[in-house]
C-alpha cells in the first residue's frame, strides 16, 4: 500500500462494514443518490485523515458507505475541485481511495454545460472519452508503481463494455441517455462562447470542471469507469443568456429522480459480476443472433477481448 493512503484507507476499512465492489462520485447538486444507500454508514470528509474538505456549495462533502440492491458500494457525496487550489493529487485522493479499498469500478458524474446544439439542460449524458484541457495530468511527478504503471493507456477509460450496459439499463428502465466527449478545464470562470466553438470543433459534446483528473488516477490503477454527465445548462454562447451556478443547481434538482433511477439501476447491473466476466454484446442484440455451437464460441467465461488487464492492488 502506499503509504500516502494507508492511514486514510486503514481508517475507512475499520469503519466500512462491507468492502465495496462500486464506487460511485457525485457532482454538484447531485448528492440525493446517497440517500438510496441502505444499512449506511456516513462519514464527513472533514473526519477523513488525508482527506481534503470541499467548500463548493452542492458539495455535501461526505463519504456514504453501504448496500445498495444488495451491492456493496462507497458513494462520494461531494469532490475536489482543481480550481479550489488543491495540488492535482489531493484532488485524485478520494478517487484513490475508492480504488484502494477494492471497487472494481466506479461511477464519475458531473455536473456539464451542453456544447451539442441538440441536447437540453436536463439531458443524461454517458461519457464516451474525455479530452483533457487542465494543462496539466494527475500522474506528474515519480510514478507509483503500486498503484500502477508509468504510462497508463487511456484508449479504454470509459470502459466500452460498461456503456454497453449502461445503455441496456438506460432503455430497460426508460431513461433517455445521450453519449458524447467531455471536456475538462479548470474553470472556475465559465467559458467564453469562442471557446465552446473550439471544444466543438474539437469534438467535444460537453463540458465541465472535474472528471478528467479522477479518471486518469482511476484507469492508472486498472479500476473500470463510467462516466455520466448532468447537462445542467447549455454552454456559453450556444443560448442567449449568462450562465449561472444556481440554473447548475435548480437543473440538478429537477432530474434528481432520474438521476437516482439511473444510477441505481447502473450499481445494480455493475454489482452482478466483474466487468470482465460481463457480456460485452447487449442482450437485446443477443437474442437476434443465430444460435452458435457450443464448441465453436470462447470458452465460458473467458474474457472479453476488449478488455485489457488490470494493475495488482
Ligand atoms: N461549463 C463548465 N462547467 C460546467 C458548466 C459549464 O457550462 N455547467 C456545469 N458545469
Redesign the pocket.
Known amino acids: 500500500m502506499d503509504p500516502r493512503f494507508a492511514e486514510t484507507v486503514e481508517f475507512l476499512r475499520a469503519r466500512i462494514p462491507v468492502p465495496p465492489v462500486v464506487g460511485v462520485i457525485l457532482g454538484?447538486g447531485l448528492g440525493d443518490f446517497a440517500a438510496a444507500v441502505e444499512d449506511r454508514v456516513e462519514i464527513p470528509y472533514a473526519q477523513i485523515p488525508g482527506f481534503p474538505a470541499s467548500a463548493v456549495v452542492g458539495h455535501a462533502g461526505t463519504l456514504v458507505a453501504g448496500t445498495l440492491a444488495g451491492v456493496p458500494i462507497v458513494v462520494l457525496a461531494g469532490r475536489i475541485h482543481y480550481y479550489e487550489g488543491h495540488p492535482m493529487s489531493l484532488v485524485v485522493t478520494p478517487a484513490r481511495v475508492l480504488g484502494l479499498l477494492g471497487c472494481r469500478d466506479v461511477i464519475v458524474t458531473?455536473?456539464?454545460?451542453?456544447i451539442d446544439t441538440r441536447f437540453s439542460a436536463g439531458d443524461l449524458m454517458l461519457i464516451s472519452d474525455h479530452v483533457n484541457l487542465f494543462g496539466t495530468n494527475p500522474l506528474i511527478g515519480p510514478n507509483e508503481d503500486s498503484l500502477g504503471a508509468r504510462f497508463p493507456d487511456m484508449s479504454d477509460a470509459y470502459r466500452a463494455d460498461l456503456r454497453v450496459l449502461a445503455k441496456a439499463v438506460a432503455r430497460k428502465i426508460r431513461v433517455p441517455l445521450r453519449e458524447g466527449v467531455y471536456v475538462g478545464?479548470t474553470?472556475p470562470s465559465?467559458?467564453t462562447p469562442a471557446e465552446?466553438r473550439a471544444f466543438r470543433t474539437l469534438g467535444a459534446s460537453a463540458?465541465?470542471?472535474?472528471t478528467v483528473p479522477e479518471v486518469i488516477a482511476l484507469s492508472h490503477m486498472g479500476v473500470g469507469v463510467l462516466g455520466v454527465s448532468c447537462?445542467?445548462?447549455?454552454?456559453?454562447g450556444v443560448l442567449k443568456q449568462p450562465?449561472r451556478?444556481d440554473e447548475?443547481l435548480e437543473t440538478t434538482r429537477r432530474v434528481k429522480d432520474r438521476f437516482v433511477r439511473l444510477l441505481s439501476a447502473l450499481v445494480e447491473a455493475m454489482g452482478k459480476g466483474r466487468s470482465s466476466d460481463r457480456p460485452v454484446v447487449e442482450p437485446a442484440r443477443r437474442a437476434k443472433r443465430p444460435a452458435r455451437k457450443a464448441t465453436s464460441g470462447p470458452r465460458r467465461g473467458a474474457k472479453p477481448a476488449v478488455r485489457r488487464g488490470r494493475a495488482a492492488r
Open positions: 454538484s458531473n455536473a456539464a454545460g451542453g478545464v474553470g465559465y467559458e465552446i463540458v465541465g470542471m472535474s447537462i445542467t445548462n447549455m454552454a456559453a450562465l451556478h447548475v
